[in-house]
């Protein structure tokens, strides 16, 4: 299949720093199983999290995406979304020009923890991404950091490896501060929204005046403010019933900028009623989600390890474009 595809009628030229990832592993890490091409409604980017191949995300998902009926993309990120941050935006940046320029229409974009980093770097450094992305949903995001496990034996250091994604979305880390220092944390006229849980075992602090979840600008959802006494799970808050209400509330009712991101205020009045997406089964899905979490889990600890972070690529350094 060939590769070019004509971009749509008043498409912005592609700005920010050149992608090094060859073209050929961008085109080959790039799928969509639900496809995009001249799109009749709004098309939606999955983006996946730690430890998980964007196709394993896929999949436990699948049931949920498949009742959106909206046409979908995924990207699967080097060694199982562990590698260097800076490496893999790349592969998002490419599959969102990729996918909107197949669809002619405006991306949406689901990103669970890493997966919901991953949209803010590539929108603050990739400029002309603002005009291919309608709406971000960033679930259980490590946007500034996680301190779990910051006091313990299991922190990364040089007499203990860790993966460089793990190395960099650890609370304090440099690409973090590097990244945070940026004055706009929702570039763009794109609708941001994230949704987070208190019960979340990976990504902490969610609750208090800095949750490191939230995002400056951005409609900010706590799962146990809509649903008190829920228990949600790190992995399980991309599944949970709030999140995806909140994603298709964002996405039926794009506005001008960041007025288009969701409301509590217009979520179903039954969305508490089961903890799941619509289309998930309760029990199949509980099962997959402890699935997944030994699965991540394993494929974090057999991915490269490196005794330091990796060195800030110039782009970050310097800023935005």
């Known amino acids: 299949m060939a590769l070019a595809c004509a971009a749509p009628a008043g498409a912005k030229p592609a700005t920010g720093p050149k992608l090094t990832v060859p073209r050929a ?19 939606m ?29 995924y990207v699967d990120f080097p060694d199982s979304t562990t590698a260097d941050i800076q490496i893999s935006v790349q592969y998002l940046v490419w599959g969102l020009r990729r996918e909107f320029a197949l669809s002619g229409r405006k991306v949406a974009v689901f990103g669970i923890s890493q997966g919901g980093l991953l949209p803010r770097m590539a929108l603050t450094y990739w400029p002309d991404l603002r ?21 313990s034996a299991d922190r990364c250091s040089a007499q203990n490896p860790c993966t460089p994604a793990a190395w960099q979305q650890a609370q304090g880390s440099k690409l973090l501060t590097a990244l945070n220092r940026h004055p ?19 990504v902490q602090p969610q609750g208090g005046k800095h949750p490191t979840s939230a995002l400056a600008g951005a409609t900010n959802i706590l799962i146990q403010k809509v649903c008190p006494g829920r228990k949600t799970t790190h992995i399980g808050t991309a599944l949970d019933s709030v999140t995806f209400a909140a994603f298709e509330d964002a996405v039926s009712h794009r506005g001008a ?34 699935a997944a979490d030994n699965l991540t889990s394993g494929q974090s600890a057999s991915a490269p390890q490196v005794k330091a972070e990796p060195k800030l690529r110039a782009y970050v350094k310097s800023g935005a474009r």
């Open 184 to 202: 706009d944390e929702t570039p763009g006229r794109v609708s941001y929204t994230t949704v987070r849980s208190l019960t979340d075992e990976t």
């Open 131 to 151: 005009n291919k992305v309608s709406d971000v949903l960033s679930a259980a995001g490590t946007q500034h950091g996680s301190n779990v496990g910051l006091g």
């Open 257 to 290: 900028g960041r007025k288009g991101a969701a409301r509590v205020s217009r979520l179903p009045a039954g969305v508490c009623d089961t903890p799941f997406a619509p289309g998930l089964d309760e029990a199949a899905t509980t099962g997959l989600l402890r």
């Open 45 to 73: 980017m999955l983006v996946t999290g730690t430890g998980a191949t964007g196709e394993q995300a896929y999949f436990i998902g699948k049931d949920a995406i498949d009742d959106y009926g909206h046409p979908s993309c």
């Open 25 to 43: 592993k961008l085109a080959a890490a790039f799928h969509c199983p639900r496809p995009v091409k001249n799109a009749k409604t709004t098309p």
